[in-house]
């Protein structure tokens, strides 16, 4: 007891308050506590200051032994009964974080792209166009010729159903447009074909409106087509690289119409990650914190963040500040998979537990030969086709892999590849360490 008064004493005596030797503790003179704020966390006094500013631990209270100004630690002051408060730092567990700016990993809600599409016709194939099998095109060029003053008798020799064109082709225009796109800007536009034309090398798009979801036109496409591939054929013979089906063209579409957007009409910017997670977004809502200089924004859920801009503020300064904000992010640790094609991609961040894994192959070869029975010269029998089937079974040693404590997922791999493992044997490896709680990831299967 009496060390503890001494020690009592002494931080007292730091404060200019003499110690209450010989007496009670009800009775000692303890200096006026500081009111506590609307937090409910009380502040340090103003005698008192700390030099610097730490990490915020739990519960508030600044770490053991930091010194304060009067030379006191802060197990001391907290015998004074004076917890400290300093302002929150952002966590970072280097291991499984990154640095980056917000708008790599999340967009503003309401800025973003609309897409388009529209029907058109391609001219000026080599004979590699739609067969007369596809109707559609024909009823399209006939549309088109009508609008422009020609017109083709529906009966007789010259009616349109003797009409063989394998010069055109049907195709489906589609184009993205970006957000606060203004009339008269280009975009670019992607061209499919609709019918069973072979080719649309050395097409050209006639003019084709493109149309936005509500059904209004937001551009118009025309040009010739850019294609990565070709195709050519010589009696039976064929070569084809790439799809020569597809095409692009670069700036093929003028913007008639902008969608209309007003940012003096947001009355809150809702910042939207692309990957849910309540750590990340907590994270971004303290990193806008810290860099607009006031608490402004708030956690919605795990992928939203809500900022209100002030009345007559800058919005797209404000977009800009925030855009630009660096945050700490921590990806999920995910494994995807692909069975159709065999690929196996596996994020660094991936963690392994301890585990041995045996793994063998069963393989079944059924094969089955025909023979032909003959019958004799003077036998009464027919020639038959007999056929031999016979079974075989290899059933393969087992194949032993051992995962230590902190096992990598480069070790994994590598002992996969010695053991002379397929991706098929990967994939299936994947699934049962994920069954087994030996694989912390999210495995997707595509």
């Known amino acids: 007891m009496g060390a503890v008064l001494g020690v009592a004493g002494a ?12 007496q009670s503790s009800a009775t000692a003179q303890i200096p006026a506590m500081p009111q506590t704020p609307a937090t409910g966390i009380s502040r340090p006094p103003a005698s008192a200051p700390l030099n610097g500013a730490f990490p915020q631990r739990p519960g508030g209270v600044e770490p053991a032994g930091v010194q304060a100004a009067g030379g006191m630690t802060s197990g001391q002051l907290a015998t004074v009964g004076t917890p400290v408060v300093t302002p ?16 790599n990993v999340a967009s503003i809600e309401g800025i973003r792209d609309n897409q388009l599409v529209g ?20 009823q399209t060029l006939l549309s088109i010729l009508l609008r422009m003053g020609v017109n083709v008798p529906q009966t007789g020799t010259l009616s349109a159903q003797n009409m063989q064109v394998k010069n055109m ?69 064929t070569t ?44 971004m809502a303290q990193a806008i914190d810290v860099n607009l200089g006031a608490p402004r ?26 855009e630009s904000t660096e945050i700490d992010i921590y990806p999920r640790a995910k494994v995807v998979v692909n069975e159709r094609t065999g690929t196996v991609v596996i994020g660094g961040n991936v963690r392994l537990q301890p585990v041995q894994i045996l793994h063998g192959g069963l ?39 051992e995962l230590k404590q902190g096992a990598t997922v480069e070790d994994l791999v590598n002992e996969l590849q010695k053991i002379g493992a397929t991706a098929r044997d990967v994939i299936s490896i994947l699934q049962a360490m994920k069954a087994a709680g030996a694989l912390e990831a999210d495995l997707e299967i595509l």
């Open 11 to 22: 931080a007292l005596a730091a404060q200019g308050v003499p110690a209450a030797t010989g």
């Open 88 to 103: 929150l730092a952002l966590a970072a567990d280097p291991a499984r974080q990154h640095r980056t700016q917000i708008k």
């Open 119 to 138: 029907y058109g016709v391609v001219v000026g194939l080599r004979g590699t166009g739609d067969t007369q099998q596809t109707i559609f095109p024909m």
């Open 169 to 237: 082709a049907a195709v489906f225009v589609e184009a993205t447009l970006p957000p606060f796109s203004h009339t008269g800007e280009k975009i670019d536009v992607t061209v499919s074909s609709a019918g069973d034309a072979r080719s649309l090398e050395g097409g050209v798009l006639l003019l084709s409106p493109l149309y936005g979801p509500d059904g209004q036109i937001y551009a118009q496409a025309q040009g010739p087509l850019v294609i990565g591939g070709y195709r050519v054929s010589a009696g039976f013979n």
């Open 240 to 283: 084809q690289v790439n799809y020569p089906t597809t095409a692009r063209i670069p700036g093929g579409a003028l913007v008639e119409r902008a969608v209309p957007f007003d940012l003096k009409q947001m009355r809150t910017v809702d910042v939207v990650l692309q990957d849910a997670d309540f750590h990340t977004a907590d994270r």
């Open 297 to 322: 924004a708030h956690v919605v859920d795990s992928r939203t963040v809500e900022l209100i801009p002030q009345p007559g503020e800058n919005l797209p300064e404000l977009l800009d500040r925030v």
């Open 363 to 401: 393989s079944v070869n059924v094969v089955t030969e025909f023979q032909v029975s003959q019958p004799n010269a003077f036998g009464q029998g027919t020639t038959q086709v007999v056929p031999q089937t016979s079974v075989q079974a290899n059933d393969k040693p087992v194949n032993r892999i």
